[in-house]
């Protein structure tokens, strides 16, 4: 069974407007770690922001905030004010608890391309 | 120089050729791994290391062979590959391989062609 599904293969969004990249996730642990990572063309993942199953806050770093509804196991993306700088793959990626935190599972990803 | 610096970025070889990939992480983390990224297929983890041991190896094949002569560094030896191994391999590294919430910080990947 798929662990992390991304359903938007691409999206896009004019600049400075917000967007929202889907990502739901399979966990039957009650400890768990989801994280979003953005690819640019260069090929490096860069890390974006953590959400601890925990967490009673959605996580928030700069124009990157996660819509974290455990209920529904969904963790989506949400890009306020989108630059130019933003096109790129974003990851959706999910580390479980109980022996299997060496594994960070990856979703298929989202294309974002932000238009002027 | 600080993160995950991977070399060659680009490397095209022969199907009889042996090379060797280099990873070199300088945020004194714990573990490191290797990961495959195919296009249009999730990233596949390969290999993990902690504290230089390895902890995965998620069925890959023989023609695939990781080194981790320490903590900062990690290889993967490839020899007799596939054209279906054409790949972007990405090296990450993290702090601690037991916290759900310790994240991976990855190179720029090495882009492997296979002729």
């Known amino acids: 069974a798929q662990k992390i599904t991304q359903t938007q293969p691409g999206m896009f969004v004019q600049e400075k407007e917000a967007v929202t990249l889907d990502c739901t996730y399979d966990?039957?642990?009650?400890?768990?770690?989801l994280f979003w990572y953005k690819q640019p063309s260069s090929g490096e993942m860069i890390f974006l922001i953590y959400q601890g199953s925990y967490d009673e806050q959605n996580a928030t770093e700069g124009r990157y905030s996660l819509n974290f509804q455990k209920a529904r196991k969904s963790a989506n993306l949400v890009i306020s004010a989108s630059q130019l700088g933003d096109s790129a793959m974003y990851f959706c990626a999910m580390r479980e608890g109980r022996g299997n935190t060496d594994k960070l599972i990856f979703g298929t990803g989202t294309r974002l391309q932000v238009f002027p | 120089e600080t993160g995950v610096t991977q070399t060659p970025r680009h490397l095209v070889m022969g199907m009889t050729n042996k090379k060797s990939l280099k990873c070199e992480q300088h945020?004194?983390?714990?573990?490191m791994y290797w990961y495959k990224q195919s296009a249009k297929k999730p990233l596949e983890l390969m290999f993990v290391y902690n504290f230089k041991e390895q902890t995965e190896n998620n069925s890959v094949p023989s023609r695939f062979s990781p080194e981790c002569p320490n903590s900062s560094h990690l290889f993967l030896h490839l020899h007799t590959l596939q054209p279906e191994d054409s790949a972007l391999y990405l090296c990450?590294?993290?702090?601690?391989?037991?916290?759900?919430?310790?994240?991976?910080?990855f190179g720029n990947g090495t882009r492997l062609t296979v002729t």
């Open positions: 990450a590294s993290s702090q601690d391989l037991t916290l759900v919430n310790s994240p991976l910080h």
């Open positions: 966990t039957s642990d009650q400890s768990y770690g």
């Open positions: 945020l004194g983390h714990n573990a």
